[in-house]
């Protein structure tokens, strides 16, 4: 890859195997990483040889929504979508390394831990919950 000879660092196929795989690699050897407004413009950059990320424009709630409900998206539109879901599951700005977590699923990791130790208290009443709506659909 042209990231690699640039930076003269050897990517592996083992590097590339990890579900991370490239951006795993990135972050890793701590590659310096050009932020830029669009995903034509990453993309070029990458095929020069730079590690790139287009910087999704944040969404309201109505167009997440209507980008959720759309059949056919973008790549552009896929990754809005899918910052615009990660900035509100994890309420923090979204990073290359928030979203290589979130491939690893850290996600369920936390909450596990969450309900594990201090949320354990609410786990009754979020079971509870989830309970009667499942009875209310079967009835």
């Not at 896929?78 to 690893?104: C, F, G, M």
Request: glycine share 6%.
């Amino acid at each position: 890859m042209k990231v690699s000879l640039r930076c003269g660092i050897p990517i592996t196929e083992f590097d590339l195997q990890h579900p991370g795989g490239f951006w795993h690699w990135v972050w890793q050897h701590n590659v310096p990483v050009t932020i830029v407004e669009r995903v034509k413009k990453a993309g070029a950059l990458l095929t020069a040889g730079y590690a790139a990320i287009a910087n999704s424009v944040e969404l309201s709630q109505t167009e997440l929504k209507k980008l959720q409900d759309k059949r056919a998206k973008t790549k552009t539109e896929r990754h809005q979508q899918r910052k615009a879901e990660l900035s509100r599951r994890y309420e923090v700005d979204v990073t290359p390394e928030l979203v290589e977590k979130d491939d690893d699923g850290w996600y369920l990791q936390l909450r596990m831990h969450y309900y594990l130790t201090p949320g354990r208290e609410f786990l009754t009443t979020r079971d509870a919950k989830r309970t009667k709506a499942q009875l209310e659909l079967v009835m």
